[in-house]
């Protein structure tokens, strides 16, 4: 992706990501914060900033089933149709909340018949099913619980959603050959070894199942022993994928 114009979008309005990434330009995304922005391009700049002084905003994107996530998704489609960028990554909600996410366009087609979140609806919809603009990049970890979170989520998502999906990632591959002890190695290493091959075992049977259920592309991420990532670390991530 050399020479690429790359963007990185946060959904859940955390910091994490800009102290993360380096070279890359990262923004947030909230609700309120779309949805203001959406008022005041159509023409309701004093209504928006009366809402968000007084903390309305948060009030009207949160009653109504889908508005606050079918306004992020029209700001996420207007970035994406603005040009500036060759490639967009978004950091999207958990696997609970990604598929309610995805589908608030459908569900407000659904039921809204006319007006501007109709047709805020169908243009996003249009975005998420073409594969051209848009696909999803599942992230798991190689454990029992993760994989078939994920299983059930690439389901869900292909059932109800209709979008693209993309490589999945596994997360905190532990690989490598099996080590070995004998008679002279202290316990404690013995244990620590015994552990560590167990762990070993485990992952190359959920990465085996994984590719078993699902007939999609794993990109493979290195366990990263450390307290916190950093740039870094990041960098020696990006690294391995090459």
Do not use: C
């Not at 009030?59 to 992020?72: H, K, L, Q, R, Y």
């Not at 998704?73 to 040009?83: H, N, Y």
């Not at 259920?213 to 022993?225: K, T």
């Amino acid at each position: 992706m050399a020479g690429l114009r790359v963007l990185v979008v946060e959904l859940d309005g955390k910091p994490a990501l800009t102290r993360l990434v380096r070279d890359v330009p990262v923004i947030s995304v909230t609700a309120s914060a779309a949805l203001a922005e959406y008022l005041e391009s159509h023409g309701l700049k004093r209504v928006a900033k009366k809402l968000s002084s007084s903390g309305v905003i948060e009030v009207v994107s949160t009653a109504a089933p889908g508005i606050d996530d079918i306004v992020v998704l029209g700001k996420l489609k207007q970035i994406e149709r603005s040009g500036e960028y060759d490639l967009i990554v978004v950091d999207g909600p958990a696997a609970g909340h990604a598929i309610a996410f995805l589908r608030a366009a459908r569900s407000l087609l659904d039921t809204v018949r006319s007006g501007p979140i109709r047709t805020q609806a169908s243009e996003v919809l249009e975005m998420l099913s073409d594969p051209a603009r848009s696909q999803v990049v599942l992230v798991t970890l190689p454990e029992t619980t993760p994989v078939n979170e994920l299983i059930e989520t690439t389901y869900s998502l292909e059932e109800k959603v209709g979008v693209q999906l993309g490589p999945v990632v596994v997360n905190g591959v532990d690989e490598g050959p099996p080590l070995e002890t004998d008679g002279s190695t202290p316990a404690p290493l013995v244990a620590a070894a015994e552990y560590r091959n167990a762990r070993r075992a485990l992952h190359q049977r959920e990465v085996a199942r994984l590719r078993e259920s699902l007939a999609i592309e794993q990109l493979h991420l290195p366990d990263v022993v450390a307290a916190g990532l950093d740039a870094n670390h990041i960098d020696d991530l990006a690294d391995a994928l090459l």
